[in-house]
């Protein structure tokens, strides 16, 4: 999706993936074995 980024597709910086993950917004598994 190369230029198409702007008001609707804000650039993703890693504090944003930070806090994202930190608010387990994307959840993890347990283990690495684990489903």
């Known amino acids: 999706m190369a230029g198409r980024r702007g008001k ?3 650039a993703i910086t ?3 993936l930070l806090r ?3 608010i387990g917004l994307f959840p993890m598994a347990e283990a690495a074995d684990d489903p």
């Open 14 to 16: 890693p504090e944003i």
């Open 8 to 10: 609707y597709y804000p």
């Open 20 to 22: 994202a993950y930190s």
